[in-house]
C-alpha cells in the first residue's frame, strides 16, 4: 500500500536546491498514495486514515490481508527523526503491516535516521528505497537530482552496515543517456559490494506540470517504445546477481497527468511482452 508521511523535500524547499527532479510532479512521485491527513494534530489517527483508505481500494482488486507499508511519495527521511520514529513504530506495529518500505533520497540518511532505521528492523523487515535513477553525474545535472554518485555510495555503504534491506531505483530513457549509458548504471548495481537486495526500473514518463514536460514540448527527445524498452529492460535483468530481487520493471503514472509513453497505460501487454523476452533470453 502506497502512503505518505508528510515529509517534503530538501530539493525543492532550497536545503538543497528547489524545483526538485525535473521529472517529478507536483505530488512527490507518489500520486498513488493515500492522501496526507493531519487536521486534528494526531499524526497515528492521521496514519490510521491512510491506511485504511489504502485497504479499501486493495481489497477491491484483491483477498489481501497482510500488507507493505510503502511511504512513497516525496523524501520520508526528511524530517524531525522523532515525529518519523512516532509515525513509523505505528505503523510496523500493526498486525496487518509485515514490511516498512521507506522511499528516500541517499543525502537524507544521517546518523540518527539510520539508528531509528535500525531500531524499526528489529521489530519487523525495513526496506530503504534509494532513488538513484541514474550513476551518470552529467545526466543528475540535467534533470536537477541534488547529489552525486559519491554521495549514493556512501549511504549504501552505511545503510548496508546498518543490516538494512536496499532497494535501488533506476529510470531508463533519461534525456542524453544512450543504451549503453544505461546499462552502466545497471552493471554498477550489479557489482555493488555489499550486494543490492533489490532494483526498481522504470520507464522515464512525462507528466504535465513538471519541468521536463516543459522542456519536452519546447525541444521534444526520443521517448522508447514498448519493443526498445522491453528489449532494454530484458538485458538488463540478464546483468543482475541471481539474488537481487527485482521490484518493478515498468512504471505506469497516473493516465490524467501521463504525457508519454502511452504504452505504459497498458501495464498488462508490457508484462507479458518483458516476460516473453526473458523467458526467451533463458533458453
Known sequence: ?????????????????????????????????????????????????????????????????????????????????????????????????????????????????????????????????????????????????????????????????????????LIMGLPGESKEDMLESVKFLAGLDPKLDGIKIQNLQILKSTKMYESFVQEPFHIMSMEEYTDLVAEALALLPDKTVVHRMQGDGPRKLLVEPLWSLDKKRVLNMLTAKTKSMLR
Open 1 to 169: 500500500m502506497s502512503l505518505s508521511s508528510g515529509c517534503g523535500c530538501p530539493n525543492r524547499d532550497g536545503t538543497v536546491g528547489t524545483g526538485g527532479c525535473t521529472f517529478c510532479s507536483e505530488g512527490g512521485s507518489g500520486e498513488f498514495a493515500a492522501r496526507f491527513r493531519n487536521d486534528d494534530g494526531l499524526l497515528t489517527r492521521m496514519l490510521d486514515g491512510q491506511i485504511e483508505e489504502a485497504k479499501s481500494k486493495i481489497r477491491a482488486k484483491t483477498d489481501a490481508r497482510k500488507f507493505i507499508a510503502y511511504f512513497q511519495s516525496f523524501t520520508n527521511t526528511y524530517g524531525d527523526v522523532d515525529r518519523l520514529r512516532e509515525l513509523y513504530t505505528r505503523a510496523i506495529k500493526r498486525d496487518d503491516i509485515v514490511i516498512l518500505s521507506i522511499g528516500t533520497r541517499p543525502d537524507c540518511v544521517g546518523p540518527e535516521i539510520i539508528d531509528m532505521l535500525k531500531e524499526l528492523n528489529q521489530i519487523k523487515p525495513v526496506w530503504v528505497e534509494l532513488g538513484l535513477q541514474t550513476i551518470h553525474d552529467r545526466t543528475a545535472r540535467s534533470f536537477n537530482r541534488g547529489y552525486d554518485l559519491d554521495c549514493f555510495k556512501d549511504a549504501y555503504r552505511r545503510l548496508k552496515e546498518a543490516g538494512l534491506t536496499v532497494i535501488v531505483h
